[in-house]
């Protein structure tokens, strides 16, 4: 079965201070893999896309790593904000369609506090 | 700033009412996507359209129907709403020009609905 598991759930850190949140996915074949953030009554926002032969790849402050052999990926968030605060979603899409079927995560809560 | 608007943001209605939730953009995107979102739960893809005149329903099973008459209109209506459907619904739209692998998802701010 396809999915795409995340940890923590969710997460406090001071601000100033960096972070890395996880995905684990099951999905195959594999085609990309998405990092989405979404404030709280919003929309997803894209942050990262990352095909296979990709093994890490910079948003500013924001860093995702993938490790397409264990099936693992990380987005690291260094120097946290206040306004860093919202759900981060990792997102595996799959080749078996022409669809490209996406797999969500359920998120991280991310809270930021001064 | 992604150019996709919802509307309503929020609702609140009785059971057994019609409802028509909508959904614009302006970016000329060929792809358009509904997805329902319970709190701390994963996005489910409800329905989706390549163009106009072409919808498909997604992968959660929903009573929800859509129409695809202009490609920058994709509203979802429903008949006849039940407790069972409160949950947010956020709509979401791409470009097939940009290729699968960097195809990027913009999504609209969603609309909260509440059945009593």
Redesign the interface.
């Known amino acids: 079965k396809n999915q795409?598991e995340q940890s923590p759930?969710s997460l406090i850190i001071l601000e100033g201070k960096n972070c890395t949140l996880q995905c684990n996915y099951t999905v195959s074949p594999f085609?990309?893999l998405r990092w989405y953030k979404q404030d709280t009554?919003?929309?997803?926002?894209?942050l990262t896309?990352m095909?296979f032969s990709e093994n890490t790849k910079s948003n500013g402050r924001y860093t995702a790593t993938l490790d397409a052999d264990t099936k693992q990926s990380s987005l690291h968030i260094t120097a946290s904000q206040l306004s860093d605060s919202a759900s981060y979603?990792c997102v595996v899409?799959d080749r078996g369609s022409t669809?490209?079927r996406?797999y969500?995560?359920?998120?991280t809560?991310l809270t930021v506090w001064p | 700033e992604?150019d996709?608007y919802q509307t309503p943001r929020y609702l609140v209605i009785g059971t057994g009412k019609k409802i028509t939730l909508e959904c614009s953009q302006t970016m000329g995107h060929d792809k358009m996507y509904w997805y329902q979102q319970d709190p701390?739960?994963?996005?489910?893809?409800i329905h989706?359209s390549y163009g106009v005149n072409s919808t498909e329903k997604g992968d959660l099973s929903s009573e929800s129907t859509v129409s695809r008459i202009r490609t920058e209109h994709f509203p979802l209506t429903l008949e006849s709403a039940r407790p069972s459907h409160t949950s947010q619904y956020?709509?979401?739209s791409s470009f097939s020009r940009d290729g699968?692998?960097?195809?990027?998802?913009?999504?609209?701010?969603?609309t909260?609905l509440s059945v009593l």
């Open positions: 795409v759930q085609s990309n009554g919003r929309g997803p926002v894209s896309i095909t979603i899409s669809l490209g996406l969500f995560g359920r998120g809560q | 992604a996709i701390g739960m994963e996005l489910h893809l989706y956020l709509c979401a699968w692998a960097q195809e990027k998802l913009f999504f609209g701010s969603g909260q």
